[in-house]
């Protein structure tokens, strides 16, 4: 598999047979070496030669279809009687051959079905088991395996035996795992499959699909090695290899009837309830180096000993590989997404603020890192050493302390810096713009007041709201009241500025025409203390709606309006927040004016992409602009049509800031879900005007960062601001060797202003694994972390490639992951088996919701500005949300236990899963659907919506009513829940089956065929293990 | 041609008819004047009534304008003596008068006074120069005005156009404004140390004009523009931000060294001349110890027929008096102000128009009666004359058109008829006509006529408009030389002497002042800028250039009157010898007052002798020229500045500038110890200058 890209790279380049790959490669990955890659090539690692010489036949691969069908039937012929090997050893390579074969039903033994279909089902639900293969709890049957024993057991699996790839025909001289007989498995699949353990033992089920005439295989010891074999980590599936292509290929020649049975494959539900139960409710300790966090969705207690929690960091894999080839052979991505802010629960410990006076905070002299953890006190205290470049520094004098007998300074556990991951410095003037104190940050309302906004009642909305939420502006600590300032802006085609300055009777309104080039016209009295300023502030509020109610202006400028709060800022050289409220395409004549370009003809285009640029060049200098000022953008949206987010958005997202979209804003009907919004933006946690510098230990560096950020350089990672709810994911790769001995140590340093106006460095540190066995390294992975890096980098590379592109890019690095894997980490079995990883079994399904979202496939009923929205939003989330936004939560309601607090279990996300008889709730982070089957209980619906029936329901409301009964107690309780700690207020809609808006809700159920293209979550599965054969061979 | 009636008239009562005197047309009498007959006479034919006024009943009458346009880049004492100022100003004005108000600063701000519950006001960028269009794009003025809500009833309004956002009757707005102005703030911006606030002047005046042009073109308007100090920013600007580096001086202009002057000076004409074309007139108020630009602004109030008021504070009573002044009344209750004249010069056909000198700009209208000779501002036979107060004069050249072929008639007469079409401060529009007519003299044989009939205070003062007119353009230098060489060709034509023997020179009793007019005219700060910044002497040549001709005359040479025992207070010489230590002058400059204790006097006045009651007559004597004081400032705009002083005084220079140096540390001597103060000049004294001008005279060199 030559070189791809360095570590994370998808394999980009390497165009795959059948799937017609153009070159392509998006951005980072540019390594040119990819191209021409032969598909399908691992490089062997093991002394397996793994490297069958048939594997290595380019020649051998036919695109798919029948051809390949053919050829794996011909295949899985051969292979019972060559190889009776033991369970591979954890790290041998992976088995080369894939002695898929679709056609060895005769060879199952099992007393199935002879349908395939249901053969099909309980093959793979018995490899499902496998799923928990490795190391987990004892099988419940067959030799207990630790991989070591399993690979004991089965040796190393030596005798490379070429698959062959002729079409019919060959046999394969020693079948590796090929062709085990499942059926054989003593073990009834659902057993496993309920009580969540499978061992290892239950291991690979596979599958021999259809039966191929003439197949002979030997019952016997596949379905030994079926037992035995796979100690590995890993869920291995097989699936029958006639599976014609990926999900568009559908069409294609054989067996769509053959379902495969979705009980079967790997499920996240379960992954997730299965982390909940093992590690929920538990304290999670930080004080070792590379160990893996629970999930994102598991709820516990984070004791910061040395590294920072996982609320901070979370890494794609705790442990690194040593070497540079390693990485770009395993093709896994090394990256972490820092949410630098996260909110932490209040049973946790706050950060601790170090302040070490004028001297500032100890760093080392040359690579600049922060005193942390991670630096070695030596010769007796008086030095240390960088735990990241190495270099040995004098410990200054106001700083020495002994040291103890392990050589631990004595005051070890008094100085946050030696024993926390995560601490904040104070700041010296050093740190600080022009060496003054920053002044307190300021928030700028900036009001539409356009005809529209007035008439649909949403500018009197936002001042009445104002009047409450500026009491709850966000202060240190500490402090009686909020040291922010703020200012209001009105405007239209003009801008207005408001002075309210506290001794003045009533304000005074400052009308700026020339937008061309806009200007602040006030100074004093703009930018005031809510405090005291209070009466003028009110009086304003109250008569903006007034003061506009008969202005009959519809058109908008918007640039002038950001560059106004900008150049306020500046003046009152002050960092700060907008707050812009805004509801159409700019079209008056101004810097920034955008014309109506959405074009549903570029959809499925090269140009495409075209629509996620920005359409105007104005919009990027201003938001450098606005970062070079600490001056952040918070947009909401109340677009009627399209206004184009791509251009809109651009700058908030460069500057920290949020957007929130608000379709056919309806005064009644949504204002809640935007004054939840709002509320919480206003008072959320934030830091202005922030670095972020991320250093490593030598051997690695960070190369590239995605996120609500400006890079004026290659390292400073510039924000106007950073909230509690934004992440900034960053992709590392090699520099150097990395050792065992010292691993990979990250240090993130955040410099920041508070909402007081005072300076400050947020330290997080976190101390990673190295390992130059592959087997760690996949066992160290975190799916959801992962997902977050490919959305975030496919969704950058949206701006510069063709969707398709970046599909395949995807679909080929998921494959090329777990085809590394399985040749190198899983034991040797049948090429029809689907071996994932543990950390990675529920990768696939997760690709396919991403592979899936609206941003990446174009569907006709999601709109462009939807699209370039959703994109965005993405673009900062951290590791939680994303899980959410791409497998969203489904939970049935109508077997709500009223008397419990406990949430009713998710399940999966399929139209199966839903039945006529229940009410289901199902929540992605932005929106919210309540489904109500045909037959819901008349009680249940009573009950919550207090209306008779299921036809006297209305869909029109995006409130339940608050009705004392219980059952709406408890789904208010409910929703509340999984409200909380989301950044965005969810939008709920009522659907009812059968309904025209059910098909909308139908895109959420993310594990089934979409509408208008995107497959289900069993053919992804399908196409990820073609292609994963079509490396292997 | 238009109704114009003139007693010059020729009559033809019986067919009601009459000849036009200038065109001899002949034109029958209007409808209204059928019964005129020979008794009856309309007061137009009455030779007593040089002058008739009409008023015309056409068209709509348009209020008064006054649009306030306020720097507000000043001291705290000053903005809220300014700003009491303005408040005063507002009880002065009719009810109906529309006023606007632009604030200046670092921005400029255009109030908006017809908001209720919230000051609003647009605000611009100073640093940028905006065309008309812009400015009126920007204030939304050319839109069509705001429809009305369709909840909401039209309200009849008398103006009901879009400027009347802007522009608001004092009666409605009244509280409002003067809150406004209450509330009025120094400019925000920090002015760091070393630096000139910035001044937005340029673009003020520019948005002031714009708006005008947008609202209320072709109408009398008044933009009255108060400066604190010069403009430092945008179009306009006259100096820069850095205190280091001072103003131009005259000494820069002369080196070229004035790098604003040239732009500033083309960005405030374009405005004058807008403005002026729309019949608008712009009025400054600069008070600042420092030059505030006016060498670069006074074509806005030269052209426009404005006021320029310089001072050194706007918390002195010199500025507030003055301003007070504006809003004087006559005995009718209107204020002594006209807008937007036309002034449209008639000769009969002898006579051409060579040009106007005075508040006005061209019109452009050629006409068999304009010169091919300009002389001031020519070409035109017809003015525009934005703003007119009582004192407000033009001076106008004619040239005698030779007719070779047809000699003027013995005993005819030039007649010279003068329309005026104006906007009365009562908003009325009139027409104001005066005819003149002069008999006719032969050159050669009737030079006595001439002479007898020479006006020489009259000639002093239209030379001398003429000769400032030149130095606005020419080198100081050659404006003197050129006054020199007219003199001269005058006193040999009308000087009785016998060649090359200055001692025989005469001039008869018409002329006799007239040289001395030229010598002090010589020493003017109207022509030498030596000791005056050019702001001041831009401040001088405007009032020269409108004044009437006793005011003009003071300013040529001043009056000085002598207080003594010796009996009752007399006019004395403007001569050095004046000065003498028991006397008490009074000098009026027309912009100076200048009292002045002789040396013994003020002794006197130490000791405390007018305190005793047994010298009440000393007392009287120091009361006397105060109150002739105090009688020359009540009447005087605008207000003098007020100098009491005595011997020995620093500001006794003001007096010592002034006086002929008859006695000077050169001649100290040769004039004996007791009479006169020497004058520490080299100038030359009148008689040196008049010793000159008779060898010069009689010499056949010339």
Avoid at chain 1, 594 to 600: E, G, H, I, Q, T
Avoid at chain 1, 810 to 822: D, F, G, P
Avoid at chain 2, 41 to 59: C, D, H, K, W
Avoid at chain 2, 578 to 585: E, F, G, V
Wanted: proline letters at 9%; one cysteine or more; glycine letters at 8%.
């Amino acid at each position: 598999m030559s070189q791809q890209g360095y570590v994370a790279t998808p394999p980009y380049s390497q165009s795959q047979p059948g799937i017609g790959l153009s070159p392509p490669h998006y951005g980072h990955y540019g390594d040119p070496s990819h191209t021409g890659s032969p598909p399908g090539m691992m490089k062997p690692a093991g002394p397996l030669g793994a490297a069958a010489p048939g594997g290595m036949l380019p020649q051998g691969h036919p695109p798919h279809g029948p051809h390949q069908f053919g050829q794996n039937g011909a295949h899985a012929q051969g292979p019972p009687l060559q190889r009776f090997p033991g369970p591979p050893p954890v790290n041998s390579a992976a088995p080369s051959y894939a002695p898929y074969s679709p056609s060895t039903q005769s060879s199952y033994p099992s007393p199935v079905s002879t349908s395939s279909v249901a053969q099909l089902g309980t093959q793979l639900s018995a490899m499902h088991v496998n799923s928990y293969g490795t190391g987990m709890a004892p099988p419940s049957q067959g030799p207990p395996g630790p991989p070591s024993a399993a690979a004991a057991f089965q040796g190393p699996s030596r005798s490379p035996q070429p698959s062959i790839l002729q079409p019919g025909s060959q046999v394969l001289p020693p079948p590796p795992t090929a062709l085990n007989g499942p059926g054989a498995s003593p073990l009834p699949p659902s057993t496993h499959r309920q009580d969540g353990l499978p061992g290892p033992a239950p291991p690979n089920a596979q599958y021999q699909p259809p039966p191929l005439p003439g197949q002979t295989l030997g019952p016997g010891y596949p379905l030994q090695q079926a037992n035995y074999g796979p100690q590995m980590a890993g869920a291995q599936l097989s699936y029958p290899g006639g599976f014609p292509g990926g999900p568009a290929q559908m069409a294609g020649p054989p067996q769509p009837q053959k379902k495969l049975d979705p009980d079967s494959i790997p499920s996240p539900i379960q992954v997730i309830e299965n982390d909940r139960a093992t590690r929920g409710g538990q304290v999670y300790t930080t004080n070792t180096r590379g160990q893996i966090p629970p999930l994102v969705t598991t709820d516990c207690t984070i004791q910061d000993q040395g590294n920072a929690s996982p609320r901070y960091i979370r890494c794609t894999t705790y442990c690194f590989p040593c070497t540079s080839d390693m990485a770009k052979q395993a093709q896994i991505p090394l990256a972490a997404i820092i949410k630098p802010f996260a909110t932490i629960p209040s049973n946790e410990t706050p950060l601790y603020l170090v302040n070490h006076g004028e001297t500032g905070p100890v760093r080392c002299n040359r690579c600049k890192a922060y005193m942390c953890p991670f630096m070695q006190f030596i010769e007796g205290g008086r030095r240390y050493q960088c735990g990241f470049c190495s270099c040995v520094n004098d410990v200054p004098p106001f700083y020495f302390q002994h040291l103890d007998h392990i050589g631990r300074r004595l005051d070890h556990y008094e100085k946050p810096e030696l024993s926390l991951g995560s601490y904040e410095y104070v700041a010296t003037l050093d740190y600080c713009r022009k060496n003054k104190p920053p002044n307190p940050p300021a928030f700028i309302f900036m009001i539409d007041v356009s005809y529209s906004n007035i008439k649909n009642g949403l500018v009197k909305l936002i001042c009445e709201e104002l009047k409450t939420v500026l009491e709850k502006l966000p202060k240190e600590g500490q402090e009686e009241t909020s040291s922010l300032r703020v200012g209001f802006i009105t405007y239209n085609k003009v801008l207005h500025f408001f002075n309210v300055k506290s001794t003045l009777a009533r304000p005074q309104m400052m009308v700026v025409t020339d937008v061309s080039e806009v200007f602040v016209p006030l100074l004093d009295g703009f930018l005031v203390s809510y405090q005291e300023s209070q009466s003028v502030i009110h009086n304003l509020l109250d008569q903006i709606p007034e003061m506009f109610a008969d202005s009959n202006e519809n058109e908008t400028v918007f640039a002038p309006v950001i560059r106004a709060g900008m150049e306020a800022l500046k003046a009152a050289d002050c960092p700060g927040k907008l707050f812009i409220f805004h509801s159409s395409l700019p079209t008056a004549e101004a810097p920034g004016k955008l014309k109506n370009r959405d074009d549903k003809k570029l959809m499925n285009t090269d140009k495409e992409k075209i629509l996620f640029q920005p359409q105007t060049n104005v919009y990027d200098p201003l938001a450098k602009d606005c970062v070079a000022h600490g001056c952040c953008v918070t947009l909401f949206l109340f677009p009627s049509q399209y206004v184009d987010v791509a251009s809109l958005g651009l700058v908030p997202q460069l500057t920290g800031g949020t957007l929130y979209k608000y379709n056919n804003f309806q005064v009644h009907l949504d204002s809640q879900q935007f004054l939840n919004d709002l509320r919480n933006d206003i008072e959320k946690k934030i830091g202005f005007d922030a670095i972020m510098r991320v250093r490593t230990s030598t051997g690695f560096r960070a190369t590239d960062f995605f996120g609500g950020i400006y890079m004026n350089n290659t390292t400073d990672v510039e924000m106007a601001a950073i909230d509690c709810d934004k992440a900034v994911t960053v992709e590392f790769k090699h520099d150097d060797k990395l050792s065992e001995d010292s691993g990979a140590l990250i240090q993130c340093a955040v410099l920041y202003t508070t909402v007081s106006g005072q300076r400050r460095l947020r330290i997080h540190n976190l101390g990673l694994n190295c390992s130059s066995q592959l087997a760690d390294l996949y066992k160290s992975c975190e799916t959801d972390a992962l997902i977050n890096f490919f959305a975030k980098s496919a969704f950058k590379a949206v701006l510069h490639q063709p969707l398709k592109v970046i599909r395949e890019i995807l679909v080929n690095q998921t494959a090329h992951m777990l085809a590394c894997y399985r040749k190198n980490c899983a034991s040797p079995s049948a090429a029809s088996q689907l071996i994932l990883p543990d950390s990675m079994k529920v990768l696939p399904v997760y690709m396919n919701c991403l592979l899936k979202s609206c941003v990446l496939l174009s569907r006709p009923e999601s709109s462009t500005d939807e699209r370039a929205y959703q994109r965005q939003l993405v673009m900062t989330m951290g590791v939680a949300d994303s899980q959410l936004f791409f497998y969203p939560q489904l939970r049935p309601i109508h077997t709500l236990d009223v008397k419990s607090t406990t949430l009713p279990a998710a399940i999966r996300c399929s139209e199966s899963r839903l039945s006529e008889e229940g009410i289901f709730l199902l929540a992605n982070g932005l929106n919210m659907f309540l489904w109500l089957g045909v037959s819901s209980p008349p009680e249940l619906i009573q009950g919550i919506f207090n209306v008779p029936s299921f036809a006297h329901v209305n869909t029109d409301i995006t409130l339940l009513p608050e009705l004392g009964n219980p059952y709406s107690q408890t789904l208010r309780m409910i929703m509340g829940i999984i409200q909380q700690k989301r950044p965005y207020s969810m939008k709920l809609t009522i659907v009812k089956q059968r309904e025209q808006p059910e098909m909308v809700f139908r895109q959420f159920l993310v594990e089934d065929k979409g509408l208008y293209g995107g497959s289900s979550y069993v053919d992804f599965l399908c196409c990820v293990h073609k292609e994963i054969c079509q490396l292997l061979n | 041609m238009v109704m114009l009636y003139g007693r010059k008239s020729q009559v033809d009562y019986r067919a009601k008819l009459w000849a036009c005197n200038f065109c001899f047309q002949r034109n029958q009498f209007p409808p209204a004047y059928a019964g005129i007959s020979e008794v009856n006479q309309p007061a137009e034919l009455m030779p007593q009534f040089s002058t008739v006024e009409y008023v015309i009943q056409r068209g709509a009458q348009s209020p008064l304008i006054f649009l306030y346009v306020v720097d507000t880049c000043l001291e705290e004492d000053d903005l809220q003596a300014l700003k009491e100022s303005l408040q005063m100003s507002l009880s002065l004005l009719p009810p109906d008068a529309l006023v606007g108000l632009i604030t200046f600063g670092r921005m400029v701000q255009v109030h908006e006074l017809s908001c209720e519950g919230i000051s609003k006001s647009y605000v611009f960028r100073g640093t940028k120069d905006l065309t008309a269009k812009q400015i009126q794009d920007m204030l939304g003025l050319t839109k069509p005005a705001v429809p009305v809500h369709p909840a909401r009833p039209a309200q009849p309004q008398e103006h009901p156009s879009i400027s009347s956002r802007f522009l608001q009757p004092i009666h409605k707005i009244d509280m409002n404004l003067t809150d406004l102005l209450g509330e009025l703030q120094r400019d925000p911006w920090p002015v760091p140390q070393g630096k000139r606030p910035l001044r937005s002047t340029g673009v003020a005046l520019s948005i002031a004009v714009g708006l005008l042009e947008g609202t209320f073109p072709n109408t009398g308007a008044r933009i009255m523009l108060f400066i604190g100090g010069p403009p430092t920013q945008g179009p306009g600007m006259v100096v820069g931000d850095e205190l280091k580096v001072p103003i131009r001086s005259w000494h820069d202009i002369e080196k070229d060294n004035a790098r604003f002057m040239k732009k500033a000076t083309k960005h405030y004409e374009m405005l004058a001349n807008r403005a002026a074309a729309n019949g608008h007139c712009i009025d400054i108020y600069a008070c600042a110890l420092d030059q505030t630009g006016l060498l670069e602004m006074k074509c806005c109030t030269n052209l426009t027929g404005g006021h320029m008021v310089m001072g050194d504070s706007f918390n002195t009573s010199l500025f507030k008096q003055t301003f007070q002044r504006i809003f004087s009344k006559d005995f009718n209750g209107n204020f002594r102000m006209a807008f937007g004249a036309t002034l449209e010069v008639k000769t009969s056909r002898e006579l051409k128009v060579a040009g106007a000198i005075g508040p006005c700009v061209s019109l452009n209208v050629k006409g068999p009666c304009v010169s091919e000779n300009e002389l001031g501002v020519g070409g035109t036979s017809q003015w525009k004359i934005c703003g007119l107060d009582p004192t407000s004069t033009l001076g106008i050249y004619f040239e005698v058109v030779n007719q070779h072929n047809a000699p003027i008639p013995q005993g005819g007469r030039g007649a010279i008829q003068f329309v005026t079409h104006y906007q009365h401060s009562s908003t009325q529009r009139r027409i104001r006509v005066t005819t003149i007519a002069r008999n006719w003299a032969d050159a050669q044989s009737q030079l006595k006529h001439i002479e007898a009939a020479f006006d020489q205070e009259a000639a002093a003062v239209l030379m001398a408009r003429l000769g400032v007119f030149r130095a606005e353009s020419e080198e100081g230098p050659d404006v003197l030389r050129w006054l020199d060489r007219q003199l001269i060709r005058l006193c040999q034509k009308f000087g009785q002497y016998t060649k090359e023997d200055p001692a025989s020179f005469r001039l008869s009793d018409s002329f006799s002042l007239y040289p001395q007019f030229m010598f002090h005219l010589r020493r003017s700060p109207f022509l030498q800028v030596f000791n005056n910044s050019p702001d001041e002497s831009s401040y001088y040549r405007h009032h020269f250039a409108r004044q009437d001709l006793t005011q003009s005359l003071i300013m040529i040479q001043p009056i000085l009157y002598s207080y003594s025992f010796h009996g009752p207070p007399e006019p004395v010489l403007l001569d050095s010898s004046s000065i003498l230590a028991d006397r008490i002058l009074l000098m009026d400059t027309f912009f100076q007052i200048v009292i002045y204790l002789g040396e013994t006097i003020a002794q006197w006045q130490k000791a405390g002798y007018q305190d005793m009651p047994e010298y009440e007559n000393f007392k009287h004597l120091l009361q006397a020229p105060l109150d002739d004081a105090q009688e020359i400032l009540h009447a005087r705009f605008p207000m003098p500045r007020y100098i009491n002083t005595e011997h020995g005084g620093s500001q006794a220079r003001f007096l010592l500038s002034k006086v002929n140096p008859s006695q000077t540390h050169n001649n100290l001597y040769a004039w004996g110890q007791e009479t006169g103060a020497p004058i520490l000049t080299d100038d030359v004294s009148l008689q040196v200058f008049m010793d000159h001008l008779k060898k010069l005279a009689v010499s056949s060199a010339c």
